[in-house]
């Protein structure tokens, strides 16, 4: 009597089973190796953190480290924080020896610096996610805060440019220039 309605069942599970793959041994629909890429995406912070460091005037103005994440479908995207008021916030009072000439960076003049700085590092090293496929894309998000506490968030503006694997690997291996490479990156600033 079991073995009766064992037969049916079977007959309903095995082609199911064949078809979603898992008597064939077909490989998981992420082909993505996670661990590897982790270790990319790593690296790739540090790069962006180190490259901030470098063109940012003051390491204040740094107030949340990039951060990588990979979003299923999409890529990879970055994201980090820059507070143009945060040494004013954290030491109110100015310092005796504040450098003359140095000019107060503001939102107007820091976001171009921001898409520059975003456009070359993806340039320079979006092609090195080789657990990524060649079409998914690699963001990098800027929060640029650019107000005193306490005011409206109508300071705040967020920079977001985005290419793809493939177009940073053509770039690299020199089939496109620089020129033609920034004409690809997409640049959203709201």
Do not use: W
Request: hydrophobic residues 40%.
């Amino acid at each position: 009597m079991i073995r009766r309605f064992l037969v049916p069942a079977i007959a309903l599970l095995l082609p199911a089973a064949v078809c979603s793959g898992l008597l064939l041994g077909a490989p998981p629909a992420r082909s993505a190796n996670l661990g590897e890429l982790k270790k990319e995406i790593e690296l790739f912070e540090t790069i962006v953190h180190t490259s901030l460091n470098q063109y940012l005037p003051n390491p204040l103005f740094l107030s949340e480290v990039p951060r990588g994440a990979l979003l299923d479908g999409y890529g990879l995207a970055f994201t980090y924080t820059i507070n143009l008021n945060r040494s004013l916030t954290l030491f109110p009072k100015p310092a005796k020896t504040s450098a003359k000439g140095r000019e107060q960076l503001t939102a107007e003049t820091a976001i171009p610096e921001v898409q520059r700085n975003m456009t070359m590092l993806l340039g320079q090293y979006a092609a090195t996610f080789k657990h990524l496929p060649s079409d998914a894309k690699i963001s990098i998000i800027a929060h640029v805060i650019s107000r005193p506490t306490g005011t409206s968030l109508s300071g705040n503006r967020v920079v977001v440019v985005s290419t793809s694997r493939k177009d940073a690997e053509l770039y690299q291996r020199g089939k496109i220039s620089f020129d033609e490479f920034k004409k690809r990156v997409d640049t959203l600033e709201y």
